[in-house]
């Protein structure tokens, strides 16, 4: 929001300007993590421009059984951010007719800048791992929509070739658990795959989601408490700028006069050559000239 204050009949002009700006942001990531072996060798082409890699094809094959991927780890980071600025600036000027000062002009400007952040870290974390008390889940294991395969699509335009399309945790699974990851490290049902905890691909699917994790010894999930709870979660800063100024402008009478006069000439030359005169009407732009 601004204003100016600027009347034909008065040396006194204002302006002043105020002004409001706030901003916000949420973000919630959960990174989930996962095994596959690559096999023990690969191919490497440097024939052409870009590089051919390949695979042998029981390595390929395996790509596509999820039995060979095994969940492994979880790791959240949230965020919520917000900010305000507040300004607001004025400047006042008195000019002078007939006077060795020409104007006095004085101003300044105030700005408060507020802002609050909220950041929990990078809390990773293990999932089941037959290790740490929890069965080791393959993505055999993994509940409807909670895998997704991906395929490389237009790698390098199409130009090289990629060993093959790989699985992941799917972008639903995610984003059910960005903010509260409990239900991600719950433990499978009890006796799920009891004798064989390091692979458990053979037990098939979850009924829900529930990969398993790490536990305190008191049997809580060892995992960091969803939100913004600890002392350095939240950072809070504020930044106050105020600045002012002066100016006055003088100098002799003649060379204000002057000037008025060269710039009357020439603006007047210039509308006598838009409209199509002769160079007689030159005149005034002598005179003016004259004058310096």
Known sequence: MSFAWTPVDSHLSLKGSLQR???RQI????DIFRDIGFGQSFGLDLRDD????????ATQASFADP???FWTASMPHNERNKGRLDAGQFDAEYTFDNSFFRSVKVGGRYAKRTERDLSNGYNWSALGRGWNGDPQLTYANAAP??????AFKDFFRGETTLPGNLMFASESLASRFNVNRTGLVTAPPAGFCTGREFDCSASGPLPVTGYGGQFNPDGTLAIRQPGFILPGDQVDN?????????LVRFGPQGTRAASRVTSACASCMSRTRAAGSSSRMAGPSSSATALR
């Open 21 to 23: 700006v706030d901003s």
């Open 238 to 246: 504020r930044t106050v700028n105020t600045a002012g100024y002066a």
């Open 27 to 30: 973000y919630d990531r959960l």
């Open 50 to 57: 870009l590089p051919q890699i390949s695979v042998n094809p």
């Open 145 to 150: 929509g909670d895998v997704a395969n991906h």
């Open 67 to 69: 039995a060979n991927y």
